[in-house]
């Protein structure tokens, strides 16, 4: 069976304070920070940076045989939202793209199938709930990518598993409503427990193990105190409880098992044992074993890297505003036009895949064009995908009038680095601390939402770790 042979994470940039709510509202903050897609991010762009890593640190000659995508909070229904990961990976089109979304536990049904078929396995969530309300304040924003495939090159490998079920309501939202409600915390205790015994229990058996033949014990779920409770009855060894990083991050639902994956992953030694347990509509437990790849496996960032490149002093007013219980005044500029889907097909290279052309002197397109505006050579050019390439502003405006969620909008003009001048947004970035000649990447945002229509494109952010982020 194929094992895992990259992975990548996606924390976003910002970071919400919990004592920021308590401040706002006198209650229902608590301590500790949770991470926040910001208002150009959706589960889909969330998604897609965390692939973009996996894919980066991904051994030479694998690439998927499909995509599957999961999240409870897709940016789209009735149409499939892992053709957008798919298109801005620029993935051919014989690789196929599949959601399985809903509830948090259909994460696992994507590893299942993704796992088996040597797939990419997407994960990623957006939580949130009423203001002031615990999922506010406890949940938190994060994509998870993982990318299956046999051979030598496998990083972890499945060893075993087990997994218990029942039915019962401890949290559940209807079709088209902004936020779940749960059931009391005691309730899902006792519900979550026995099930966990009983399928880790199960999952030890098959493979031959005791708890405390376990390195790595990785407990996630939504139900907070039947989390604790789960772990405080494992009498794992000292050491083997991994942290959940909730206290930083929140609880990023879908994500959230396979993200203290990656995490564990980033710290790890061949040769060990890892259990992975999620509490939802059941129980299910993952035994995975360490390899010796994995100490020379090519990683480009890891979790607590991201998580320190953060900004931890976003407004409450602003958090309330990007997920829509603020309604606050917009710029007066009109409002955009709804994308069509017909222009939108024709140059889906260019805007999913952030495709130019280069022409035989080098000269870098953007966008691609037929015409070489050097030599005036028609249809003599090779494709060239920009998305993976740093670039320096060469200048910029800072525009308050434009329509954003979160004005104002930063414009400005890059050149890539070995050819290439773009004009585009910037995201992420403080307007009074952009500067000429600053180091940018590209990233992959929402630019807005008409009519239902996402349009998505590239934008371009400061360098994690520069002294703009």
């Known amino acids: ?60 000659g694998v690439s998927p045989s499909d995509v599957y995508f999961s999240t409870t909070s897709p940016a789209y229904q009735d149409k499939t939202n892992a053709t957008a990961i798919h298109a801005a990976l620029a993935l051919p089109s014989h690789v196929g793209a599949y959601d399985l979304v809903g509830s948090v536990r259909s994460n696992v049904a994507a590893c299942g199938v993704g796992g088996a078929a040597g797939g990419l396995v997407v994960l990623s969530d957006i939580r949130t709930g009423l203001p002031g309300g615990s999922d506010e304040s406890s949940g938190g924003d994060a994509g998870v990518a993982l990318l299956f495939a046999d051979g030598p090159d496998v990083l972890a490998e499945t060893i075993g598993g087990g997994s218990a079920t029942d039915e019962f309501v401890d949290r559940w939202r209807t079709p088209g409503a902004p936020y779940s409600k749960q059931w009391e915390e005691r309730f899902g205790e006792h519900a979550y427990v026995p099930l966990a015994d009983e399928a880790v229990a199960a999952a030890l058996k098959a493979a031959n193990l005791s708890v405390e033949d376990l390195d790595h014990v990785v ?10 409770a789960v772990k405080k009855s494992l009498g794992a060894k000292s050491g083997a409880l991994a942290d959940d990083l909730t206290a930083e991050i929140g609880n990023t639902g879908s994500a959230h098992a396979a993200l203290v994956l990656c995490d564990v992953l980033d710290r790890a030694e061949p040769g060990q044992t890892i259990a ?194």
């Not at 992975?276 to 994995?294: E, M, Y």
Request: contains cysteine; positive net charge; glycine residues 10%.
């Open 1 to 60: 069976m194929p094992g895992i042979v990259s992975y990548g994470a996606y924390v976003p940039y910002w970071r919400l304070s919990r004592g920021a709510i308590t401040g706002a509202l006198g209650s229902g903050g608590g301590r500790g920070t949770r991470s926040v897609a910001s208002f150009d991010e959706d589960t889909t762009s969330l998604g897609v940076e965390a692939a973009r890593v996996a894919l980066r640190s991904a051994p030479d």
């Open 219 to 228: 407990v996630a779920g939504l139900p907070s105190r039947a989390v604790a």
């Open 276 to 469: 992975l347990i999620q509490l939802s509509d059941g129980c299910d437990v993952w035994l995975l074993r360490t390899t010796p790849a994995l100490a020379t496996y090519r990683r480009t960032t890891t979790v607590r890297e991201q998580i320190a490149a953060t900004r931890d002093d976003l407004s409450y007013a602003a958090f309330l505003t990007w997920r829509g219980f603020l309604d606050r005044e917009p710029p007066r500029r009109p409002e955009p036009d709804r994308p069509a889907a017909p222009p939108s097909l024709r140059r889906n290279d260019w805007k999913y895949g952030l495709i130019g052309t280069r022409d035989e002197r080098g000269f870098v397109h953007l966008p691609p064009s037929r015409v070489s505006m050097g030599t005036g050579a028609i249809d003599q050019m090779t494709e060239v995908r920009m998305a993976d390439v740093p670039a320096t502003i060469a200048t910029y405006t800072v525009d308050r009038l434009a329509y954003s969620l979160s004005p104002p909008v930063v414009g400005a003009v890059i050149d890539f680095d070995g050819g290439g001048r773009f004009q585009c947004e910037l995201t992420d970035v403080d307007p009074e601390k952009v500067q000429i000649g600053d180091r940018v990447e590209m990233t992959f945002r929402r630019l807005y939402t008409q009519d239902g229509v996402h349009n998505y494109f590239w934008k371009a952010r400061p360098v994690r770790g520069s002294k703009e982020a």
